[in-house]
């Protein structure tokens, strides 16, 4: 597609539940990157990919979050036993790499609205 | 580490007026990358502009250009000609070379006025 696809565009779920936010990035780009954004804040960098090698999984909150990148393109945050907390907007971003010192922007999906109840 | 700060949450401006937003960084490193995004209501997150810090000039795109201050750890965006679809909220954000992280700041909400 022309752009970062995010699926799905809202979620609510009870806590305790666990939940897959799918993330499709731009094709040919070789970086992505998963980010948290709270509600009236900017966001947050959680993980990031090269390829399939998850790189960076720095910003990742706690051990119930994880994230695959199975093939190098679509990847999935997993977040398991929600708790109200994780309530956020969770973005995906992609780039064409090139490494760290190159000025390839990240360009950011429309982001998953994730509602735990 | 990093940080980015916009001090203001808030800034309105009359249709066809400049506004400029202001952000401030910190970084240790010499080497490093600074970004504004815009996030309409839409709750897409788009790229308006972008500047190497070894680049002296500022950068400039269309009606948005940035006046970037090296020494004062300044990267302010001003918007000329401001239009009704300029209404988002902003977000100042650097990157540090050597890192694939973006931090960002907490935004400024701008609207526009007929």
């Known amino acids: 597609g022309a752009g970062v696809s995010q699926s799905p565009r809202y979620k609510v779920t009870k806590r305790g539940q666990d939940v897959a936010l799918r993330c499709d990035p731009i094709s040919g780009h070789v970086s992505l990157y998963w980010y948290r954004q709270a509600l009236g804040q900017g966001p947050e960098f959680l993980t990031y990919?090269?390829?399939?090698?998850?790189?960076?999984k720095s910003g990742l909150p706690n051990d119930r979050f994880s994230a695959e990148r199975p093939e190098g393109s679509i990847s999935t945050l997993t977040i398991q036993r929600t708790e109200q907390r994780d309530s956020a907007m969770y973005r995906c971003?992609?780039?064409?790499?090139?490494?760290?010192?190159?000025?390839?922007?990240?360009?950011f999906g429309d982001g998953t609205r994730l509602s735990i109840l | 580490a990093q940080t980015v700060t916009q001090s203001q949450p808030e800034m309105s401006v009359q249709e066809a007026e400049t506004v400029t937003l202001s952000c401030t960084y910190d970084t240790s490193e010499s080497n490093y990358y600074l970004f504004w995004y815009k996030q309409p209501p839409s709750r897409q997150m788009i790229l308006v502009i972008r500047?190497?810090?070894?680049?002296?000039q500022n950068a400039t795109e269309n009606r948005f250009s940035v006046n970037f201050q090296k020494a004062a750890k300044s990267f302010s965006l001003k918007i000329s000609d401001s239009q009704l679809g300029d209404t988002a909220m902003y977000f100042c954000?650097?990157?540090?070379?050597?890192?694939?992280?973006?931090?960002f700041g907490k935004g400024t909400k701008l609207t526009v006025n007929p």
């Open positions: 990919f090269n390829y399939e090698a998850q790189q960076d």
């Open positions: 954000a650097s990157r540090q070379g050597g890192s694939e992280k973006l931090v």
């Open positions: 971003a992609s780039s064409l790499g090139q490494g760290a010192d190159s000025n390839q922007p990240q360009h």
């Open positions: 500047q190497e810090a070894y680049k002296q």
